[in-house]
Each structure stands twice: as C-alpha cells, then as structure tokens.
C-alpha cells in the first residue's frame, strides 16, 4: 500500500477521490485528515454484513464512483486500463476494512487519468 506522503492536494486522484467520497457523503473529515480513514469507518461499511454482501455494496459504490469520475469529471482510463479492471480493483480495496482513503486514491490514479492532470 502507498505510504501516506502520497495523499497529497497536488495529486490529482487524491482531490477528486476525496471530494467524489465527500459528495457522495461516504465521509465527513477534511481532506488533510481524510488520508488515514480506513474503509471500515466510510458510510457504507457494516461491518455486520456477511463478506460478499459487503463486496456487492462496495461493488456498487465502486460503480457509482467510476461513473462520477468519468462523466461528472472528466476523467479518462488510463492505457491498458478500462471499466471492468477500475471497479474491480476499487471493490477490492472498499471490501477490506484496514485499507485507507489514501490506498483507494492510489489505486484509483493506476487506473485513470483525471482531468488536467499530466502523463
């Protein structure tokens, strides 16, 4: 996992993951402080689910996030990546309770490239 000097306001993937979660009301805590939550502490996680409901809600979660980052911002896969591979490995870092916002904005810059951001 990256190590939290990634989670940075000059990294694009970080800004728009943090504020897509803010939106979408996953979480409440200011972007300096939001790096280190875990995905167990986001709004959707129960911890009282049974692991592959909780995969079918981060599945789904996962899928609203892929569709705000390409149509709401602009974002495009980056090469060799696509739909199927970003919602998969967003489920997979949002079904495991330890993984930070900072490890799910490190996937999630391996698989797009966000508006006005450099190659």
């Known amino acids: 996992m990256p190590e939290q ?3 940075s306001m000059n990294n694009r993937s970080c800004t728009t993951t943090w504020i897509t979660l803010y939106r979408l009301k996953q979480l409440r805590k200011i972007f ?3 790096g280190n939550m875990q995905m167990k502490d986001l709004k959707f996680f129960n911890p009282n689910l ?3 409901l909780l995969r079918q809600e981060a599945s789904m979660l996962a899928d609203m996030i892929d569709v705000v980052f390409v149509v709401g911002r602009g974002a495009v896969y980056e090469e060799g990546a696509n739909r199927t591979q970003a919602v998969n490995m967003m489920t997979d870092i ?3 309770a330890n993984s930070t916002v900072a490890d ?5 810059d391996k698989n797009y490239l966000f508006w006005n951001e450099k190659k």
């Open 5 to 7: 000097s990634s989670w």
């Open 32 to 34: 300096s402080e939001a």
């Open 50 to 52: 049974s692991f592959e």
């Open 94 to 96: 949002l079904s495991n």
């Open 104 to 108: 799910f904005a490190a996937v999630n």
